[in-house]
């Protein structure tokens, strides 16, 4: 296969739920920063006082075990909006945010944010909307963990990472970032062993393949049959 065939899939942020006027509110309030590879936006344990707009850029957000194993439960790219959105209280991250790329970001104060939703009630709905579709992201990605073992939160996350990172050529869909095994293991919670197992399966029912080091998905129909996929929007079923 020649990737040049391959289409990108329109892959949307977190943020299309502000109208245009109201994400420019949001733009007005931001400060812009360059963050370098391999630094944090914020740890686990730390003040819940901001919320990140990815301009450029990628971010993982993590959760560590007490054994000291990582958790990778959210992937974020450009126009993804990052942060413990807890308005009028004072909390703090029940995780840790890693930038994995050069990031420019911009930092939204928790003060700014509480005198946009006072002030403009159309701001607040939005808002509501941006927290409903991250409570409906991990609700479904909990669902994926739980309810059909690890091959079920294995093919799901595959799914997702086509919807994130997908470029399509007919009915395959190369997932054009390379995602080690040990990515996907810190994603669905299982060892790098089991990954390689079910992949190997994957592979040889011609479900999925590789080109370059990174994931083709050739049967999208057989992942959805093993995750029992309920077909949710592009929005929700994302990495």
């Not at 958790?71 to 126009?79: D, K, T």
Request: proline letters at 2%.
């Amino acid at each position: 296969m020649i990737k040049e065939h391959y289409n990108v899939i329109e892959a949307h942020g977190n943020t299309n739920c502000f109208s245009e006027q109201n994400f420019n509110r949001l733009l007005v309030t931001m400060k812009e920063r360059i963050v370098p590879e391999g630094s944090h936006l914020f740890w686990e344990g730390d003040y819940s006082d901001k919320l990140f707009y990815i301009k450029r850029g990628r971010v993982k957000l993590t959760k560590s075990t007490d054994e000291g194993k990582e958790l990778i439960l959210y992937m974020y790219q450009a126009g993804d909006m990052v942060g413990q959105a807890d308005p009028f209280f004072s909390t703090k991250h029940s995780f840790t945010a890693e930038v994995i790329e050069e990031s420019e970001v911009g930092v939204i104060e928790q003060k700014d944010l509480e005198i946009l939703i006072c002030q403009h009630c159309d701001f607040a709905i939005d808002f509501m909307k941006w927290m409903g579709i991250h409570h409906r992201l991990t609700q479904t990605k909990f669902r994926d963990l739980m309810m059909y073992g690890k091959p079920g939160a294995l093919c799901s996350t595959l799914i997702r990472l086509g919807n994130t990172y997908g470029e399509k050529n007919g009915d395959s869909i190369l997932i054009n970032k390379k995602i080690t095994h040990t990515d996907l293991s810190n994603m669905i919670g299982a060892t790098r062993e089991s990954v390689n197992r079910m992949l190997s399966d994957l592979r040889k029912k011609d479900a999925v393949e590789y080109e370059n080091g990174m994931i083709v998905i050739k049967d999208l129909g057989m992942l959805q049959d093993i995750c029992h996929c309920e077909l949710c929007p592009n929005e929700i079923c994302r990495i």
